[in-house]
């Protein structure tokens, strides 16, 4: 008798740390000050699909926009990415697909602007990294305003030991 399917469901979270920029004392303002700002933004979802015990299921994120509006003249900024553990139900053990078990690369850049380069932290399959610790997803090191964008893949192994269910776990990218 063929296993249960598994679905998994995959949920996106984003960080943004941000700064605004103030006149000098000197200077009379007449606007108010335009935020800049290292910003990132992800999907609020993703469905990867459905597998059966044992099974991988890959599927990609959407895209992944890292933006440099700092004014900082020169900048280096690095995207990194984590995630929670897969849970279904209660989440107990038969219930929870490990960090061990959630693969992730960045791929290539799908779009770029500003003067640097741009390096993705996994730009191939082969790369992939666990995310059971924090990875490098994308950097650049440039100056002037930038933008940096990726379509990530996230590949998930089910434990033989999986119990049934649609499961969902965050993945979250900050940008310092």
Known sequence: MPSPARR?????????LAWCSGGSAATAQTEP????????????TANLGSAGIGDTVT?????????????VPTLTWTATVTSTNFVTGAGTSPQTIPTTAVRYWSGPATSTSGIG??????????????????????????????????NPTIQITIPSTAAAGTYSGTITHSLA
């Open 117 to 150: 380069t741009f390096t993705p932290g996994q730009p191939t399959q082969a790369n992939a990294v666990t995310l059971n610790s924090p990875r490098t997803a994308f950097s650049r090191i440039g100056t002037g305003y930038s933008t940096a964008s990726w």
């Open 8 to 16: 998994m469901a995959l949920v996106m979270s984003t960080c943004v």
């Open 59 to 71: 599927g990609q994120l959407g895209t992944v926009t890292a933006s440099d509006t700092t004014g």
């Open 33 to 44: 000050p335009q935020p800049r700002a290292l910003t990132i933004t992800a999907p609020t």
